[in-house]
């Protein structure tokens, strides 16, 4: 069973702002953080990057690779993501530092293209608080 990672997105507030920081197609995307993941096998079968905007989970992408680059304090973890994002279902989440792991039975589920194109997320994100989504 596939195992997911969550993440903060910091300097942009919505999907849209997100896809302009990767104009750049002839990359692939890559999310850079300190710590590598222990469960890097679970994760690459099939896990997915969860990513937070202003406290919603709001889309998710598909994770090809997990490297651990450099040495010593200069050591990183970089995931590389598939590029198509993938809407999901607005779910709270509060904030934290770095990155965490997501079991699949805690994931918001995915949203078909006619819901994501027809709920605007800050209303999505009302309705969700209030219990109504």
Do not use: N
């Amino acid at each position: 069973m596939a195992l997911h990672i969550i993440k903060l997105v910091v300097g942009c507030d919505t999907i849209d702002d997100l896809l302009a920081w990767h104009t750049d197609t002839s990359r692939p995307w890559i999310m850079q953080t300190r710590m590598t993941p222990k469960r890097i096998d679970e994760i690459l079968d099939g896990g997915s990057l969860y990513r937070v905007f202003k406290g919603q989970i709001l889309c998710r992408q598909k994770i090809l690779a997990i490297d651990t680059v450099g040495s010593g304090p200069a050591q990183r973890c970089e995931v590389t993501v598939d590029p198509p994002i993938i809407r999901v279902a607005p779910q709270p989440r509060r904030a934290f530092q770095g990155w965490r792991y997501l079991k699949p039975e805690d994931a918001p589920p995915d949203l078909t293209e006619g819901e994501a194109a027809d709920l605007p997320p800050d209303l999505a994100r009302q309705l969700r608080e209030l219990g109504a989504w």
